[in-house]
């Protein structure tokens, strides 16, 4: 019984001094740790401030970075818009109205086309929709205005006098009332096919 | 005779007190700047050259800021509670010794506004005033977030007021005053913090608590508490908080000055000059360890101030006592 106690008393002795040491050890970790943050903040403040300082320096934006949209123009100067309604259809926050209308010659335009940049979230589904290029969105994000009505662009404002990001293509001529030479001659198109001549 | 008295206290006043709001003033741009620096970034640098008139712009616009008051705010305490918190800052001053005194026209002009013999009683019992002005606060806005910042601060200040005042008590014992003239005195041949390095970083620890910074910052933790016990407090009076905290830490810099690294005592330069370069050694430290340490977790600042801080400011005492006794006989 006796011997019992000592060994019980030792193995206690045993366990105090490792609790000691392991308590030990985590104060000269905690130290450590602490003189490593305080170092690593002391190395940055010597390191060259990262900050861009915007006005002054502008920062290149990447060449499909998406803001202001316009309406672009064919090669021979005519609006590509045709107010199919496909924008504004696929608009997410429905900033984008028009009311169509139609030439004499059948060609389809907006009477008036309007955006309100203070709903656009810059999405670039309209230009996605667009089936003649004519919605585009540019990389001019700067057109923040202290009156949330000067943010309503109006057909005058959108339209571009160039053709934006592709400055030859022409709906019409794929496509379209104005398509004039006969069949098998517009662009990307083959000759038609005699069906008689597939008869056996 | 005593208009003359009364002319140089008030002069002495309004220096000091210049003094204080303008190095407050400048140590919240000192701040930014620095925290800016030390996260490798500018920090203001738009009014005036660098950043320089930031401080005034600042004041400008806290001054022209409407001044809310909560609906069902307790109105009388909650317009009282931010004056308490400066002043308590501000009148720990009165007892700071910035010099030897003076000698114009064989009048002696002590360099002090008040030299109290139980200066160090007058220190503590004013800091801790500003646990009042803070929990009243808090609690007169009416507001959860406001409540639990203040209780945070009410429990921690308590429990970091202890071994504050028990750090200071070797400083006294080695000093044999509490007189914070005598105490920088004592200081002639060599600061106390050589002699008190343990009772040194208690005390530093302890004030940043009572200074309510980081990593102590609970009260405020913008992260959880949104403003913490000034949350529902803008324009002057929220200003009133925020220069209170500046001063603070001012006061702070100045008490660490004067107990442990020898208050006006140095060579070539006049001791108020040389108070005021070691009191600007702990607000940058302040700064430092701002950009550095993460907030502590509420029971794990308990613990600390417990359980680590206050057993060994009472061993502090007990091993400066015996060693005092021993050579003293």
Known sequence: MADDKSVEAKVKTEEEKGRLRSGLKEGIEAVKGLYDSYAVTAKHLFRKPITEQYPEDKRKLPARSRARIILTRDPEGQERCVACYLCSGVCPVSCISMQSAEREDGRRYAQWFRINFSRCIFCGLCEEACPTLAIQLTSDFEICRRDLLELVYEKEDLLTDHGGKNETYDFYRHAGVSVKGDKGEHIGERPPVNVKTNLP | ?329
């Open chain 2, 1 to 329: 005779m005593w208009l003359f008295g009364l002319l140089v206290l008030l002069i002495k006043i309004a220096a000091i007190l210049a003094v204080v709001f303008g190095t407050a003033a400048y140590l919240i741009l000192l701040e930014r700047k620095l925290l800016g620096r030390l996260q490798i970034r500018l920090g203001p640098n738009r009014v005036g050259f660098g950043g320089i008139l930031q401080p005034i712009a600042d004041g400008m616009k806290v001054l022209l800021k409407e001044d809310l008051i909560p609906a069902d705010a307790d109105r009388t305490i909650f317009k009282f509670a931010p004056a308490v918190v400066a002043s308590g800052a501000l009148l720990i001053l009165a007892v700071i010794p910035l010099g030897r005194p003076l000698t114009v026209r064989g009048y002696e002009i002590p360099l002090i506004i008040t030299d109290l013999n139980v200066g160090l009683l007058y220190v503590f019992a004013l800091s801790s005033m500003s646990v009042y002005g803070m929990a009243l606060g808090a609690w007169a806005s009416n507001s959860k977030y406001s409540l639990i910042g203040g209780i945070r601060g009410a429990a921690q200040m308590i429990s970091y007021e202890l071994s504050l005042g028990l750090s200071l008590v070797p400083v006294a014992l080695m000093a044999g005053s509490l007189n914070l003239t005598e105490i920088v005195e004592a200081q002639a041949n060599y600061p106390f913090i050589l002699a008190q390095p343990v009772a040194f970083l208690i005390f530093l620890i302890s004030a940043m608590a009572e200074a309510k910074r980081l990593p102590f910052d609970l009260p405020e933790a913008e992260n959880e508490l949104i403003g913490g016990f000034h949350t529902e407090y803008s324009g002057m009076r929220f200003a009133l908080f925020f220069v209170g905290e500046y001063v603070n830490m001012v006061v702070i810099g100045a008490l660490v000055a004067v107990f442990f690294l020898g208050g006006w005592h140095g060579p070539w330069l006049p001791g108020p000059v040389w108070l005021f370069l070691k009191a600007m050694i702990v607000p940058v430290f302040m700064i430092w360890t701002r950009a550095t340490l993460p907030r502590l977790r509420y029971d794990q600042l308990m613990q600390f101030g417990w359980k680590i801080l206050l057993p060994v400011a009472l061993l502090n005492i007990l091993i400066t006592g015996g060693i005092l006794v021993w050579i003293n006989g």
